[in-house]
């Protein structure tokens, strides 16, 4: 897994947010939070199974607590844009879920989660500060919790 204190590989995703012609795959790019927001990247394995969706209704819940820690949640797993966009609208989420999707798994790969064996993305969390470093990394066995990542990104403030 990435190292604390390195500089965040940046990336650039299909998202489920909508593009100008109303479909899903609007581009994100870790680095355009850069001075502005602190970003906890939420990996996970798949859209829809029951642990993740317990895990993205928890950040749903916390919207506010992490909106007032100046934090985006990007969630992202090797689905792509389309099951994304179903996803957020059947679990009601507002903050994107981004596609790994091609090459599968590469922006996983490039912080040292991507499960090649399952050919999916490990559950971890990577909060990257308002510089593009890596403040705090931790890989789940069993859902992340939230009221822990609230108290990294206290720290940063």
Known sequence: MITIGTEAPDFELPSSELTPDGKPGKKIKLSDYRGKKNVVLAFYPLDFSPVCSNEHACFK????KLDGASAQVLGISVDSAWAHQAFAKQM??????????????????????????????????????????????????????????????????
């Open 92 to 157: 009601g989420i507002s903050y994107p879920l981004l596609a790994d999707f091609h090459p599968k798994g590469g922006v996983a790969q490039s912080y040292g989660l991507y499960n090649a064996d399952r050919g999916m993305t490990f559950r971890a969390t990577v909060i990257v500060d308002k510089g593009g470093k890596v403040a705090w990394a931790q890989q789940h066995e069993a859902q992340r919790d939230d009221q822990v990542i609230l108290a990294e990104l206290a720290k940063l403030a």
């Open 61 to 64: 819940d916390d919207a506010v």
